[in-house]
């Protein structure tokens, strides 16, 4: 359920020193990329060895060089190392250490030693050095080994010394995946963690872990192996070698001065502690090794808490006593106890945890009866993107009743929402579309009030991450277009968001399939998330929200919940800055979310630029959760976070508990207005200058911090909004769908036929969204019957045709299409052919753009000619026909049907979990552009594959005059043995499964039993 710990800084416990950054990652700007699924594009080979030489001259010498497969190196491995004779693998090991005894001075002077012993062993012409804190002992405490790493780095390259050797790490520090990517990210070429062994050694030797040494030890190699893939894939990087030195890492409370000396170029928004308190660190765990064995219980190390909560532990915001007060707070519906509540978490804010702990704000008291009511200011309130599916349907509607009942919104999250639901009040107000596109189509869409762009999730952003099969009942199934029991993946955000060009297209596909609905775009706080936000803005989203790193889900990494993104002040600040210097602010509302549960939280990122305010784990404590993180496990005791039908019914809640919840922080903004003297929450609204640092908030690590960038006010803000004033409108007044809609009036009004005929142009973006979207609003899910609009294009569509396009419509186009064809298909029905005339081969020719029917859910396409990249991406019901394909064809695909009458790309049919694919294989090198992780290839021989094979072929042939078509039909019996039928393993047992019961029930009836028959 998210960080909920103080910050390194800002903890009174000793942190390591990795402790103090953290990763960046891709949104919007470039695509991160799927680490598993994408697996042939990553690689983790590094080399050290002769770099003496000039790089631009050709020599053997360049060949001198040691390759590691693998960066995470065995202590005999770096023993073969260190034995090497040969003249171009000559080394130096360097010491990390420094004498206890003389503290801060000894401390700097064995780091300046450092630093100069690298320089020499340049001089010496060693190729490689190896830095070590083996020698550490009661005498001496270890250097932290990233700040050696990237002291030496850095120093070697303002001595232009860099390129000239190799850096090997021996530390007994690296433990976690987020270590050994500092460690690379500054420098190092390979790192070899003594200690982590020497802990696998002994839990083999005490029989805590039942295997061999050599397998526990390469188990935990690998375990870091894919950590560092998922780390350097969040950033769209797919070597080590490339994200080697590229400190891809911000810093969170560390002095400027040592960041400009060692971590030349690394953001920092905060100053912090310097040599002195980095040096007090490393004594403090120097001390409670060779000290007194406090930290020992009954021969155990004592948890520190960072990940759970311990009550001797690092501190936690929700802890046992704020859990307790809030819910029995909003379950007895007494507000003095919530300020109980209030009042402790705010002084733990203050110890300090978060940020704007720190920060205190300017009082001039007017009357509280003066201040906007509470009903006003729930408005502003949302809850967060928890699916159906990561939480029970009890939950999921006990969220929306409340917020509904309120008069804020709740967010469906990623898996879709019961059309059922759609005109209740347990309606979802707020429809997230991610990368996954679980149950988004048409009718979806038109059933919202905002729909929000997920790009990313704080507790994970960069990521995808999936929904274990044992989680996905009949009714989840069915909202996401699946199969009950089969695994769902959700992609990392790719795919339509390349770019911001390419999110501003989803936008205005959006925007033209609901012109009434709002659209958001969900980004987490990371340093240039301003610059982001602007283009955001530009690209007409009406709100932009700022996620913390502190929220998310707990079924994110605990990697990335304690190493990924900002926390939400520095994320807000940021956003309201640059949106302000570059007038933009007026356009868009703000909203931020990151461990909120009082009203001096609201006020406080109200001050710094927050509009509306997002609630997910207190919202769902306040229903019963009593965090044990276990979310992704399907155990959750509360019945929260679970499908499981006897734990769901241990569930409590009640949307009052929520609706009290949210009404008593509305309460305490009032309560909060009143002293500071405004009468409504828009006057405060971006005023940071209202925010002061609170010097009085202090701990050991302190001294330095300055927040003043964080309360800084942009001049610009004098004569610029800094809150919004107007709506973010991009006109779609000359949209042809207007055109279209006054032509198929009688077919919306009547469900007469009628026939449409237009030229088209690559100007013509999203055509068919806006008129499928009036179906929906009139038909629902069921649309039209089949064949009611006939619409016939001559041209170049631009992008997005077809998008969403409902049952009953049928596009078919005489020329060709940009990317993103077929999006969200819906029910209709598209034809691609080449314009008449045409002389080119078509099975030879591309006619149809990248990422073609991405997340089409029903419908059906006939595409004469060639495919760009990624066709049928998360296809989960619709069936389609092309006659060959680029790279990534039927990616994370779940359901429908693809024929495939030509060659494809690489990676084919990654992370598909369900559907079936059927691929015309005429030269016989199928296998090796297939992904075969998830998927089993085999010849189409079962009699129900081969009708459905020769009817799919016979329509392609029949809408499109396919040349190919008809060579296949007509040559049937010499071709069908070439098609390879590709099906994933976990989908076919299911089908065997659900063929085996309907088999049963077949039998059943067959008995000779009169009441079975009645």
């Known amino acids: 359920m998210g960080n909920d710990t103080p910050l390194a800084c800002f903890s009174e416990k000793p942190h390591r020193f990795f402790d103090y950054f953290r990763q960046v990652f891709a949104q919007v700007t470039n695509p991160p990329i799927d680490s598993i699924r994408e697996g042939l594009v990553m690689s983790l080979t590094n080399y050290i060895g002769s770099l003496h030489s000039n790089i631009l001259d050709e020599s053997p010498i360049h060949a001198k060089l040691i390759k590691f497969d693998d960066p995470i190196i065995t202590n005999t491995d770096l023993g073969k190392i260190k034995d090497l004779k040969h003249e171009q693998f000559s080394h130096a090991t360097l010491p990390m250490v420094f004498p206890v005894k003389d503290g801060v001075e000894g401390f700097q002077k064995a780091f300046d030693d450092l630093l100069k012993l690298a320089e020499k062993a340049v001089d010496d012409h060693k190729n490689f050095i190896i830095l070590s804190d083996r020698q550490v002992s009661a005498e001496y405490a270890p250097i932290p080994s990233l700040l050696a790493v990237a002291a030496v780095h850095h120093h070697l390259i303002q001595t232009q010394k860099r390129m000239q050797i190799g850096i090997i790490v021996e530390t007994g520090e690296a433990r976690e995946i987020a270590h050994f990517a500092l460690l690379f990210g500054y420098g190092a070429s390979s790192v070899n963690p003594y200690l982590a062994f020497a802990a696998i050694d002994d839990l083999v030797k005490s029989g805590q872990i039942k295997l061999k040494y050599s397998e526990a030890r390469y188990n935990y190699i690998k375990s870091i192996d894919k ?45 912090g502690i310097g040599i002195e308190e980095i040096c007090q660190e490393s004594l403090l765990f120097h001390k409670e090794a060779f000290g007194k064995k406090k930290h020992l219980i009954n021969n155990n190390f004592e948890s520190a808490g960072t990940y759970h909560y311990r009550k001797y532990g690092e501190h936690h915001a929700w802890n046992p006593e704020t859990i307790g007060l809030l819910q029995w707070a909003t379950r007895t519906n007494d507000y003095s106890v919530f300020k109980e509540f209030s009042k402790l978490v705010d002084a733990e804010n203050a110890k300090p945890t978060f940020i704007r702990g720190c920060l205190k704000y300017k009082k001039n008291p007017i009357d509280i009866s003066l201040v906007e009511p509470a009903e006003s200011i729930m408005k502003r309130f949302v809850t967060g993107a928890m699916s159906y599916g990561s939480i029970s349907k009890e939950a999921h509607e006990a969220l929306a009743v409340a917020m509904n009942t309120i008069g804020g919104r709740s967010n469906t999250g990623e898996g879709g929402e019961d059309a059922e639901r759609f005109a209740t009040n347990k309606r979802s107000a707020i429809k997230q579309v991610a990368s996954g596109r679980f149950g988004v189509t048409n009718n979806y869409l038109i059933n919202a009030d905002e729909l929000q762009i997920k790009i990313a999730q704080g507790a994970k952003p960069g990521e995808g991450g999936q929904l274990p099969g044992f989680k996905v009942n009949n009714i989840i199934a069915k909202l996401r277009n699946s199969t009950p029991g089969i695994t769902l993946i ?16 989803l936008i205005y596909d959006l925007k033209v399939t609901n012109p009434r609905a709002k659209v958001s775009v969900k980004l987490v706080a990371e340093n240039g998330v301003g610059t982001i936000a602007a283009g955001v803005a530009k690209a007409f989203s009406d709100v932009i929200i700022i996620a913390g790193c502190e929220g998310g889900t707990g079924a994110s990494p605990a990697s990335s919940i304690k190493f990924s993104g900002l926390p939400a002040e520095l994320g807000i600040a940021e956003a309201q800055q640059t949106l302000v210097m570059n007038n933009l602010r007026g356009r868009v509302k703000l909203q931020v979310d990151g461990q909120l549960k009082t009203g001096r939280d609201v006020v406080i990122m109200g001050m710094l630029g927050g509009e509306e305010f997002g609630f997910s784990t207190s919202a769902l404590i306040t229903l019963g959760c009593i965090m044990m993180r276990k979310c992704h496990l399907n155990t959750c005791p509360a019945g929260i976070a679970t499908q499981d039908e006897t734990l769901r019914k241990r569930f409590i809640g009640r949307s009052e508990f929520v609706i009290n919840f949210f009404r008593f922080i509305a ?11 405004f009468t409504t929450f828009e006057e405060i609204v971006g005023r940071a200058d209202l925010l002061e640092q609170n010097n009085e908030v202090l701990n050991w690590k302190m001294k330095k911090m300055d927040f003043s960038k964080i309360i800084y006010m942009p001049e610009e803000a004098k004569h610029h909004d800094i809150h919004n004033t107007f709506p973010n409108i991009k006109s779609v007044e000359d949209h042809l769908d207007h055109t279209l809609i006054r032509e198929a009036n009688k077919a919306i009004k009547s469900k007469e036929k009628v026939w449409l005929s237009h030229t088209i142009t690559n100007v013509d973006r999203t055509v068919g969204a806006m008129l499928s979207g009036e179906i929906s609003r009139r038909y629902g899910e069921e649309g039209l019957p089949n064949n009611t609009i006939m619409a016939n294009f001559t041209g170049t569509a631009g992008q997005s045709f077809g998008a969403f396009l409902v049952k009953g419509l049928s596009f078919r186009l005489e020329g060709d299409s940009n990317d993103y064809i077929g999006k969200g298909l819906s029910g209709g029905r598209i034809i691609v052919v080449p314009p008449v005339g045409t002389t080119f081969n078509p099975e030879e020719n591309i006619i149809v753009g990248n990422t073609s029917f991405y997340g089409a859910t029903s419908g059906e396409a006939y595409i004469r000619g060639v495919a760009g990249e990624r066709f049928c991406v998360r296809n989960s019901g619709a069936k389609t026909v092309i006659e060959g394909s680029g790279d990534h064809c039927c990616e994370y695909m779940t359901g429908g049907r693809v024929v495939v009458l030509g060659t494809t790309g690489r990676n084919f049919a990654a992370g598909m979990s369900g559907g079936i694919a059927y691929v015309l294989d005429e030269e016989g090198n199928f296998e090796y552009f297939c992904n075969k992780g998830l998927v089993e290839l085999g010849p189409v021989e079962d009699k129900a594959d081969i009708v459905e094979l020769q009817d799919m072929i016979n329509k392609h042939l029949l809408y499109t005059q396919s040349t190919m078509a008809a060579k296949i039909l007509t040559n049937w019996d010499e071709y069908l043995p070439k098609f390879v039928k590709v099906i994933p393993f976990e989908y076919k047992k299911v089908l065997e499964e659900l063929k085996l019961r309907e088999l049963v029930k077949k039998l059943q009836l067959t008995e000779d039993d009169p009441a079975r028959h009645e």
């Open 490 to 505: 959700s992609p990392p955000p790719h795919h339509d968001i390349y770019s911001i060009e390419d999110l501003a297209q």
């Open 227 to 271: 950590g560092l893939l998922k780390v350097l894939s969040k950033m769209g990087v797919s070597t080590l070698r490339s994200y080697q030195g590229g400190q891809l890492f911000e810093a969170l409370g560390i002095s400027q001065d040592i960041i400009n000396k060692y971590f030349t170029g690394t953001a920092s928004k905060f100053s």
């Open 667 to 677: 309460e305490e903004v009032r309560e909060h207005l009143a002293e500071l003297g």
